[in-house]
C-alpha cells in the first residue's frame, strides 16, 4: 500500500482546524520561520525569534563539542590504562621497553621508541640500551631539566638518541626517567614533522615518564640484589 503524501493545503487545513497545535509542540517553533509584516523595518518579534535560534544553535554546537571530548578523554584514559598494567606487569626491564614501544605506536601512533639507561654497573638486556653515567654529555640538556622536550632536537642529539632510525624521524618527544636520581631517557619518534612540537602540552608525557620510572627503579633494584 502506498504511502499518502499531504498537500500544502491540507496541513494549513489541519492547522486552522487545530489552532492550539503549536501550544502543544512548541519546539516546532524553533525550526519554522513566520515572517511579521513589519515593513521595511525588522520587528522587535522577529529579532528575537533569531537571536533565540542563533544562541539555541551555539548551545548545540557547545554541547555536541562537550560530548566529543569526554569520548575523546574515554579513549585516551582506556589507552593509558592499557599501557600502565602492561608496564606493571612487566617483569625485566627488556619487558617494559617492549611493553612502552607496543604502548606508544600502537595506541598513540607513534613510530619509534628508544628507552635509554644509564648504569656503570654492566646488565643482561637486549630491548634497550645502557650507558655509564660519565658518557651522557651529548644529551646532558635533556637529561638536566627534568622535564619533557618535544619538537625537532639538534642533530647531534636526534642521531645519538635514534641511531639507524634517525633518517625517517622527522619530530620527536624526550622524556627523562628520575626516581630519586635521573635512571635514563625515554625518546619516542616520529614520522611526521608535527606530530610533536615545542608548543605542545607535556602533562602526559610526564605522567609516562613519572609511572616508567617507578616501574624501572623497582624492577632494577630486584635485579641489582638477585646479583649482588
Same mark, same amino acid.
Given at each position: 500500500?502506498?504511502?499518502?503524501?499531504?498537500?500544502?493545503?491540507? #496541513?494549513?487545513?489541519?492547522?486552522?482546524?487545530?489552532?492550539?497545535?503549536?501550544?502543544?509542540?512548541?519546539?516546532?517553533?524553533? /525550526?519554522?520561520? +513566520?515572517?511579521?509584516?513589519? &515593513? $521595511?523595518?525588522?520587528?522587535?518579534?522577529?529579532?528575537?525569534? =533569531?537571536?533565540?535560534?542563533?544562541?539555541?544553535?551555539?548551545?548545540? =554546537? %557547545?554541547?555536541?563539542?562537550?560530548?566529543?571530548?569526554?569520548? %575523546?578523554?574515554?579513549?585516551?584514559?582506556?589507552?593509558? /590504562?592499557?599501557? *600502565?598494567?602492561?608496564? !606493571?606487569? $612487566?617483569?625485566? !626491564?627488556?619487558? +617494559?621497553? *617492549?611493553? =612502552?614501544?607496543?604502548?606508544?605506536?600502537?595506541?598513540?601512533? $607513534?613510530?619509534?621508541?628508544? !628507552?635509554?639507561?644509564?648504569?656503570? /654497573?654492566?646488565?643482561? *638486556?637486549?630491548?634497550?640500551?645502557?650507558? @655509564?653515567? &660519565?658518557?651522557?654529555?651529548?644529551?646532558?640538556?635533556?637529561?638536566? =631539566?627534568?622535564?619533557?622536550?618535544?619538537?625537532?632536537?639538534?642533530?647531534?642529539? %636526534?642521531?645519538? !638518541?635514534?641511531?639507524?632510525?634517525? +633518517?625517517?624521524?622527522?619530530?620527536?618527544?624526550? #622524556?627523562?626517567?628520575?626516581? @630519586?636520581?635521573?635512571?635514563?631517557?625515554?625518546?619516542? &619518534?616520529?614520522?611526521?614533522?608535527?606530530?610533536?612540537?615545542?608548543?605542545?602540552?607535556?602533562?602526559?608525557?610526564?605522567? #609516562? @615518564?613519572? *609511572?616508567?620510572?617507578? +616501574?624501572?627503579? &623497582?624492577?632494577?633494584?630486584?635485579?641489582?640484589? $638477585? %646479583?649482588?
Amino acid at each position: 500500500m502506498s504511502e499518502q503524501v499531504l498537500t500544502e493545503q491540507q #496541513v494549513a487545513d489541519y492547522l486552522a482546524e487545530t489552532p492550539d497545535f503549536f501550544t502543544r509542540h512548541q519546539k516546532l517553533l524553533e /525550526k519554522l520561520y +513566520v515572517p511579521h509584516n513589519s &515593513g $521595511s523595518a525588522v520587528s522587535l518579534v522577529e529579532r528575537q525569534t =533569531t537571536v533565540l535560534r542563533e544562541k539555541n544553535q551555539q548551545l548545540y =554546537t %557547545h554541547l555536541s563539542d562537550l560530548i566529543e571530548i569526554a569520548r %575523546h578523554n574515554d579513549t585516551q584514559f582506556e589507552k593509558t /590504562k592499557r599501557m *600502565v598494567l602492561a608496564m !606493571l606487569e $612487566s617483569a625485566t !626491564l627488556d619487558d +617494559v621497553a *617492549v611493553a =612502552t614501544d607496543e604502548s606508544l605506536c600502537r595506541d598513540f601512533h $607513534s613510530d619509534h621508541t628508544q !628507552l635509554l639507561l644509564f648504569s656503570d /654497573k654492566p646488565l643482561n *638486556v637486549n630491548n634497550l640500551r645502557m650507558m @655509564g653515567r &660519565g658518557e651522557c654529555g651529548l644529551i646532558e640538556s635533556l637529561v638536566a =631539566t627534568n622535564l619533557p622536550t618535544c619538537g625537532q632536537l639538534p642533530e647531534a642529539q %636526534h642521531r645519538f !638518541l635514534f641511531l639507524d632510525e634517525a +633518517v625517517r624521524i622527522q619530530s620527536a618527544a624526550v #622524556v627523562p626517567l628520575v626516581k @630519586g636520581e635521573t635512571l635514563g631517557l625515554l625518546a619516542i &619518534g616520529s614520522y611526521d614533522p608535527n606530530y610533536f612540537q615545542s608548543s605542545q602540552g607535556t602533562l602526559f608525557l610526564s605522567y #609516562v @615518564g613519572e *609511572v616508567l620510572s617507578r +616501574v624501572i627503579s &623497582g624492577i632494577w633494584r630486584d635485579e641489582l640484589i $638477585s %646479583h649482588s
